[in-house]
């Protein structure tokens, strides 16, 4: 392990002067076969992939591989529960600076799904010898930037050579033993809240592409950069039933997760679906991702929607990149939520409800 940035640089990083979408005429994407976390390895591939592998029963490991969630939770004591996650992938941007955060929001972000708080980071890199020092650089301030921000240290990590550029976080934080939100815990009668608009996966690659508007892309950097700890703050006296962030597996891949972890269904009401700028006349146009095929594959066969716009179903399976938070809570709770949001101005969008049943049903 070692040190990555300076204590000066990582108490105060500076945007440099070089914020530009590409450094010395490096564009980051062009070296990236898929970016952000449309580079997930096939949720379908990792069920066969990783069944099986449980850890050895231990009691005190209160959520781990059986079954997964968004980060490993281990009890300490009565009062204090480790939560451990990493992420990490190629660029979905070609700024460095913004790639740093991005990655870093998108790890930190595993830690406020499971209602926790992030104490401490270590980075995880990979990046060709020959790409200059300056963008190296500033993709760690970048990312030392958000972490900072979500109150947690950056304090070294650990960085190889590598032809495709990757970057994330392995994050540790605390949460207490009794207030864990898992996808396992929905329940019927519930509301389900999304905290951010859907279409990161098909504006960027939009983007890349050649396609869509500058405003739209530039929107939808602005969202991912954004971390989910006020909205977890928001959402923490409310006590919800579940909660994950929207992230690689799309709204109905992660949307099936909660159902099938919490025996229930999920009813989705595709009308209140939240889109980014661009994200529905994209889709239209006919833009995908490579996620969007896999997420088809995955949530598929679990995913009810009889009639449903096509814009609209590419819109539920776009791989998200730092996305917002699903959650389920009792639908009694549902209006002062929605207050409490309103009064903090935070985006909640209440997107459908859960009951009895099985699988995805979407309206």
Request: aromatic share 6%; glycine share 12%; proline share 6%.
């Amino acid at each position: 392990m070692h040190l990555l940035l300076s204590p000066e640089a990582a108490a105060a990083p500076q945007r440099p002067p070089y914020y530009c979408s590409g450094v010395d005429g490096v564009k980051l994407t062009t070296l990236a076969q898929s970016g952000g976390c449309a580079a997930k390895y096939s949720a379908a591939r990792l069920e066969t992939l990783l069944r099986g592998f449980v850890p050895v029963e231990a009691e005190n490991l209160l959520i781990g591989l059986d079954p997964a969630d968004d980060a490993a939770v281990y009890r300490l004591d009565g009062e204090r529960a480790l939560v451990f996650t990493l992420d990490f992938f190629p660029p979905v941007v070609d700024d460095p600076w913004d790639f740093g955060a991005i990655a870093a929001v998108n790890a930190l972000n595993d830690v406020f799904a499971m209602g926790g708080v992030p104490l401490l980071a270590l980075s995880i890199a990979a990046f060709p010898e020959d790409l200059p020092t300056e963008v190296l650089g500033a993709v760690f301030a970048g990312a030392a930037e958000r972490v900072r921000e979500a109150g947690a240290l950056l304090a070294g990590g650990h960085t190889i050579r590598d032809v495709e550029p990757k970057y994330g976080l392995a994050v540790v934080g605390t949460v207490h033993p009794d207030a864990i939100w898992s996808k396992a815990g929905a329940r019927p009668g519930d509301a389900l809240y999304l905290t951010k608009p859907l279409g990161t996966g098909l504006v960027l690659h939009a983007a890349r592409e050649g396609r869509g508007r500058a405003d739209w892309t530039d929107a939808a950097i602005r969202q991912m950069k954004e971390l989910n700890r006020d909205a977890a703050d928001a959402l923490r006296p409310f006590s919800p039933n579940a909660a994950t962030d929207v992230t690689g597996f799309g709204l109905f891949g992660h949307a099936h997760e909660m159902a099938d972890r919490s025996g229930v269904a999920l009813r989705l009401d595709s009308g209140a679906f939240p889109a980014l700028d661009g994200a529905l006349e994209l889709a239209a146009a006919g833009v995908r991702t490579g996620g969007d095929r896999r997420n088809r594959e995955f949530a598929g066969p679990r995913v009810h929607a009889p009639g449903l716009p096509e814009e609209l179903a590419a819109l539920g399976y776009d791989a998200q990149t730092a996305g917002g938070l699903l959650v389920s809570l009792a639908a009694e709770k549902g209006a002062v939520l929605e207050a409490a949001f309103a009064a903090r101005g935070l985006f909640l969008r209440r997107i459908g409800a859960v009951e009895a049943g099985t699988g995805v049903l979407v309206d």
